[in-house]
């Protein structure tokens, strides 16, 4: 067993992958987008300076940012699986991928520069959403720095991003007093349930299987996870899921409240 146990070697651990063109790019789109352009895109909009006070429009100008990073991550994921440069049925642990990494750093400099963002912004100073962004941007850093071992988990936990497009339209239709049962509020309200149970709840279970499955795959391998950075994913990945579980049950309560004011509202029409 002693000898056994001085042939394991903990996983290699460089910046090569964390200090990277994608994700200072990234971090920099983010920060432009929020701050220059889309201010000044969305300036022409009646709706935007008239309908808006200040800290609506705050809000507003990261909404661009989050959608676009969201397409793109999930597009990406979407096309490593499609194409099979990241693998499950190779190793859950160390299957690695060109595609998977850029999206990693992708998100990384997008969850750093909208940090800034809520930072330096006082109407964005949200508690919730600023631990949300650190555990998301701890959790990619310390799988980057590892040379992208666990990179099949962390970007499952990356494509649950898939819902906020939903939640950035859903407040944006409801600040503009778009009609409760007009097609595009029935669509963002469905989208956004679904997204968030489907996303945020109901695939916590296969996270942690996933990880469980980890965990068995490098009892039989010669390098392995440190326990203290394993710890420490494990608790970021816990803050996540609690936001998540929280922010799932403001959705449904908001989905039930929805339905009952459009069902209402219909009736009153009929009579």
Not at 67 to 95: K, R, Y
Not at 226 to 240: H, N
């Amino acid at each position: 067993m002693a000898t056994l146990h001085s042939t394991l070697q903990a996983a290699p651990v460089s910046l090569t992958y964390v200090l990277t063109l994608p994700t200072l790019l990234s971090a920099i789109a983010t920060i432009s987008l929020s701050l220059f352009i889309v201010p000044l895109l969305s300036y022409r909009i009646k709706a935007y300076r008239k309908k808006f006070s200040y800290d609506k429009k705050v809000r507003f100008n990261i909404i661009p940012g989050a959608i676009l990073h969201t397409i793109i991550v999930c597009t990406l994921i979407f096309i490593a699986l499609l194409t099979g440069s990241v693998s499950i049925w190779e190793s859950l642990a160390e299957s690695k991928s060109p595609i998977g990494f850029i999206t990693m750093q992708i998100s990384a400099g997008f969850f750093f520069g909208d940090m800034m963002v809520y930072l330096g912004q006082k109407p964005l100073r949200d508690i919730k959403t600023l631990l949300h962004h650190a555990a998301s941007l701890f959790s990619i850093l310390l799988i980057l720095l590892y040379e992208g071992r666990w990179m099949i988990l962390v970007l499952a936990r990356v494509s649950t991003e898939i819902s906020t497009p939903f939640v950035h339209l859903r407040w944006i239709l409801a600040e503009t007093n778009e009609s409760k049962n007009s097609p595009l509020s029935v669509f963002t309200a469905i989208g956004m349930t679904t997204t968030f149970l489907l996303f945020r709840v109901l695939a916590v279970p296969a996270m942690w299987l996933l990880v469980y499955l980890i965990e068995l795959e490098e009892t039989g391998m010669n390098t392995y996870f440190p326990s203290a950075s394993k710890w420490f994913a494990y608790v970021m990945m816990g803050i996540l899921d609690l936001l998540n579980t929280y922010w799932s049950y403001k959705v449904v309560r908001g989905f039930v409240k929805w339905i009952k004011t459009a069902f209402s509202s219909s009736e009153d029409k009929k009579d």
